[in-house]
């Protein structure tokens, strides 16, 4: 856990502005709130950054392909898409950064006139492959034979598109000097990157020998200038990367950088890993600052076998899930259906089999029943548990054991996957408990015994309902607070987000007397939210 002066600081990958987001960089970012909202349920202090990336070449012709400046592009671009975007899937991120801001640029050109002064850069000649769709240098070895159009020509792994041959005036980062370094710290930290598939791969590329980095650019302007010869701009990752440290003080206020830094996770889809687990370590070590504790290397979402893509017209828009499924179960499914750290394939079939079978029928309904019968057995009010038994008992042990599994595998281990997993086992078994019991058979006997009887049945059903609410309200937080409403805690328990979710499998937190509602179902039928 984060120490109590420190802030958990999660970041996304500051998003290349370029095109509008999808379901692939909105991934990173669901699986970010959902992290930073559990450790807040934690009571911990966090901080949750995102934002986007708004230089380099890419940008710039997009820019002129549509007749706009870069700086006008990018405005209108996070003003229509990025930014909206977040409330689309209900993220609570504390802050969102643009590179283009003076926080950043002014920051960045201190942060490497430090390490020119301090010897780590030199001016020399590059001539390589360039990938513009990437804005990254590449070897031969990340090159692929090209198909279609593209047949003959040597094209670029991740976008299947030919690079080009680009020669110029370059200042360097003295990169190559922080091989044994970085080996040394991966040995030392064999956490720093995660999972172990991502770790194996950073530590043989770096096995192989580091190069020098080229970090500057002549032949386009879009970018921040190098401030000891304006004549080149930075390398747009070499620019990104700092948004880490720039967005949280570095340079300017020291007392919130020294509450912050270093991150605790940055997560980031596989294909840019590199940048995070060997470029951005080696530029904070020759500045001195501290590592990040984790950088975790996510898989991909997959639409028909490939790579979630604008130009392969797969990119699907968050909106188009939300609009009909809504923001809660758009979370839930990314994060439950896809194990983090895996290639994920993602279908319309699966998403609405899920939302139909899990969060509609075994979820909702549970919710939606057992409101329905304190309403009407009880007249709405919680009764007292007397009689609570054995098969009570197996649902507190089966809550207490879901609560540390949920809160490890969440909270520690980033499989969301895993502690979603926990969370509705243990609802499944809230809902094999009333049909073993049958409430509504037991309802029948009117004696002193029999009305005990169904008093602590229908009470633990409630209060498991109380604790699934605490553990999924950084899950699906509209339906969490819808259900919290429904129980009637507010009143007796305070409000859902002051709820630790390391408390919540005491057992007997939900008073009775407690008024139950009926509200609204957390999961309609699609055919109703179709027709609505």
Partial sequence: MASSDKSYYVTTPIYYVNDAPHIGS?????????LTRWHRQRGESVWYLTGTDEHGEKLLRTARANNLS????????VREAWLPVLETIDAANDDFIRTTEKRHTERVQEFWQRLYDAGEVYKGEYEGLYCVACEEHKLPGDLKDGTGEYEGQK????????????????????????????????????????????RNEVVSFVRQGLQDLSISRTSFDWGIPIPWDQKHVLYVWIDALLNYATAVGYGVDEEKFART??????????????????????????????????????????????????????????????????????RYYFMRAIPFGQDGSFSWEDLSARYTSEL????????????????RYFEGVLPASTDHGPAEQVIADALAAAVATADERIGESLDFQGGINAIFDFVKLVNGYLTEQEPWKVAKDTSPAGQARLATILYTAAESLRAVAVLLNPVMPKSSAALWESLGA????????????????????????????????????????TEG
């Fill in 360 to 375: 509609a029928n075994d979820y909702g309904n549970l919710a939606s029943r057992v409101a329905a019968m304190v309403g």
């Fill in 70 to 77: 870069p700086q006008e592009w990018t405005d209108k671009l």
């Fill in 155 to 198: 094209v670029c792994a991740v976008h299947g598109r030919p690079v080009e041959t680009i020669a110029e005036e370059n200042y360097f980062f003295k990169l190559s000097q922080y091989t044994e370094k970085l080996l040394a710290y991966y040995d030392e930290h064999s956490d720093f990157v995660q999972p172990a598939t991502a």
């Fill in 26 to 34: 909105a991934y990173t970012t669901t699986a970010g709130d959902v």
């Fill in 490 to 529: 507010e009143a007796s328990l305070g409000a859902l987000a002051e709820q630790k979710v390391q408390d919540t499998g005491r057992w007997g937190q939900l008073p009775a007397g407690s008024t139950v509602t009926k509200g609204a179902v957390l999961f309609p039928r699609l055919e109703e939210r």
């Fill in 261 to 330: 830094w270093p991150a605790d996770v940055h997560l980031v889809g596989k294909d840019i890993l590199r940048f995070h687990a060997v470029i951005w370590p080696a530029m904070l070590m020759a500045a001195g600052l501290p590592l990040p504790h984790k950088v975790f290397g996510h898989g991909w979402l997959l639409v028909g076998g490939e790579k979630m893509s604008k130009t392969k017209l797969t990119g699907i828009a968050p909106a188009q899930i939300t609009d009909h499924f809504g923001s809660d179960a758009y």
